[in-house]
């Protein structure tokens, strides 16, 4: 006998499973775009355990009759195609007819569903390779609950991440798929309590508000574009709105969501003078071609897609982007992370064009003067006559007890970038962010390995409009955040009031709303087990974020004081990654340039 063999329904089922059913966001998905495709007007989803325990999905959609209610779940029934003729002419959510197969293969599913003329409902409860049918009461549309997801599979089980990422990841589908669709009431509850409630929008710009915030829908405009090739509508984002943290960047064709790097970089070459390097602006786009000129059927989750032309549809958007940007009248944004050079005078200036620029009136004092010392003479210093200055002698000389200490007093603040310093063998010139970069690294290694980390309190909280499943960032990593030094409170479903930052970041407000984005980007990359290299990489995120939001010493001593810290650490001539602090300049250098 032969060694191969064919493998049975339920295994291979299994099998197929893992490519469409990878967490519970993918049953989640699948089941939202059944009930769209259903023609559903409603549709409501309900979480137990980040989709661990149960997934939920109703709808009042066209149902199904017996018969189909129990062939859904074999593989390949779909009733989208039926010939190779109708791949080239998708206009539907799915049609391989593998998603519930795949599902029912790796959990316990119970579907009940009505059809309009139907007396009755009828419920079909799968489990393993038991099918059982019976006829019930229940309203039209379809009710499916998915319950243990991948019970029979402990190990894809086990991978799964904590109950606020996995929800993260559903409530990714849910927006991705409610967004196109203002015409249907959405909704998202997960463990009783109600993420989302999302009515019939007015328009696109509506839904996206309710979804999203005002925030969001008030810092894009509208785009638009019709050649004979594509037809782009949507929204994108003014240059201010761009932020390092990826979030709200959305492409569809024909209502679906899809994912493109390439058209991605489309988007950025249009912003490409407006934005700063590393920042992205939202976006919402809207495409629709032909359905023969674009295939969506090379991968199983069908979030990648092939245009027949792509090349064209590349500069179409990129110049389509760019008109609206023009048309709106925004300028070039200013790059606040440019870090510049010290800017040496010009040469071109006489002697007495910098003395008028600098001089300033010098007040004459006796820097030995003690007005708390004893004499014996019997001339007082009060009776002394007035000097050049205009200052009597005994005023002249209270200056020097409110003197800082060298180490302070001879700093110098230089365009708020740079500190000057003297030294024994020339000046010395600090990098001020790169200085706090290395401050804040050594504070936020020693919070990582589990020391405390000390946090300043703000007197006037910030609130910050995250979105919901950022939100649940905050939420998985909170310990971590406190340990650092953030004090940051849940708000509602979406928003977060940040009430204390680590020592040395700024509470102003602009710069907390900015060093809330950077979290979240920092928080999608954090492995919950911080291993050595790890730690450092999130010491070193978290430190250069620091920087980027700390405070500029305002005066020579808060200078000599950010010096002193900086000299304190193990490294003070390096950043993490390896960049330059602390520069001499030699006598001999300076003496070249005279």
């Known amino acids: 006998m032969g060694r191969l063999k064919v493998l049975s329904a339920r295994v291979a089922n299994m099998i197929a499973a893992g490519e469409v059913v990878q967490r519970p966001a993918s049953v989640v998905k699948e089941l939202m775009e059944n009930a769209v495709d259903a023609g559903a007007t409603r549709v409501d989803v309900v979480i137990t355990d980040a989709g661990r325990t149960l997934i939920q999905v109703i709808d009042d959609g066209s149902g199904m009759s017996p018969s189909d209610a129990v062939l859904c779940f074999e593989r390949h029934a779909t009733s989208k195609i039926s010939g190779p003729a109708d791949l080239e002419r998708i206009l539907t959510y799915g049609f391989r007819g593998e998603a519930l197969a795949s599902i029912a293969a790796v959990s316990e599913v119970t579907l009940r569903t009505r059809r309009s003329g139907d007396e009755t409902a009828v419920q079909v409860v799968i489990s393993g390779e038991s099918v059982k049918s019976s006829s019930v009461s229940a309203p039209c549309g379809s009710n499916f609950a998915v319950r243990n997801l991948f019970y029979n599979t402990p190990a894809r089980r086990k991978f799964l991440k904590s109950d606020n990422v996995e929800l993260k990841h559903i409530v990714e589908e849910f927006t991705r798929i409610a967004i196109p669709r203002p015409e249907i009431a959405f909704s998202l509850s997960h463990n009783g309590r109600e993420l989302y409630v999302l009515g019939k929008a007015k328009s696109l710009k509506f839904r996206i508000m309710d979804l999203l915030g005002k925030g969001v829908s008030a810092d894009i405009v509208d785009v ?57 602006p939202p976006y919402f786009i809207f495409l629709t071609v032909d359905p023969q000129s674009v295939d969506v059927n090379i991968h199983p989750t069908k979030t990648e897609i092939k245009f027949e032309d792509d090349n064209l549809i590349f500069h179409v958007l990129s110049a389509c982007i760019r008109e609206a940007i023009g048309r709106n009248g925004f300028s070039a944004g200013i790059d606040f992370d440019t870090e510049g050079q010290v800017e040496i005078p010009a040469l071109g200036k006489s002697f007495e064009e910098y003395r008028a620029e600098s001089l300033s009136p010098a007040a004459d004092f006796d820097p030995e003067y003690n007005p708390f010392e004893k004499r014996s003479d019997a001339a007082p210093r009060a009776s002394a006559p007035y000097s050049g200055g205009g200052m009597s002698a005994p005023r002249q000389d209270c200056g020097r007890l409110f003197r800082s200490d060298a180490s302070e007093s001879d700093a110098l603040v230089l365009q708020g970038k740079y500190i000057l310093r003297k030294s024994p063998s020339g000046l010395m010139l600090v990098h001020i962010r790169r200085a706090w970069e290395r401050i804040l690294y050594e504070r936020s290694l020693g919070s990582l390995s589990g020391s405390g980390h ?107 004081r950010l010096l002193g810290t900086l000299f304190a650490c193990d490294n003070s001539e390096f950043t993490p990654g390896g960049r330059r602090i602390v520069s001499l300049l030699s006598l001999d250098e300076i003496e070249k340039r005279f």
């Open 224 to 280: 638009s574009a019709d050649t004979s090739a594509v037809r782009i509508s949507g929204f994108t984002g003014r240059p201010e709105a761009a932020r390092k943290a990826l979030g709200n960047q959305y492409f569809f064709v024909g209502g679906r969501y899809f994912r493109s790097p390439y058209l991605h970089k489309a988007v950025m070459k249009a912003y490409e003078d407006f934005v700063p390097a590393g920042f992205t």
């Open 454 to 560: 000390v946090s300043q309190t703000s007197l006037f909280p910030v609130q910050v409009q995250v979105g919901v499943e950022n939100r649940l960032l905050f939420d998985e990593y909170a310990d971590l955040l406190a340990g650092l030094g953030f004090n940051i409170k849940p708000v509602g479903n979406d928003s977060v009031e940040v009430c204390g930052v680590p020592e040395g970041y700024s509470c102003e407000a602009g710069k907390v709303e900015a060093m809330t984005g950077d979290l979240v980007l920092i928080m999608s990359d954090v492995q919950p087990a911080l291993e050595e290299v790890m730690r450092q990489k999130t010491a070193a995120k978290f430190a250069m974020l620091g920087a980027v939001n700390a405070e500029v010493p305002g005066n020579p001593a808060a200078a000599g």
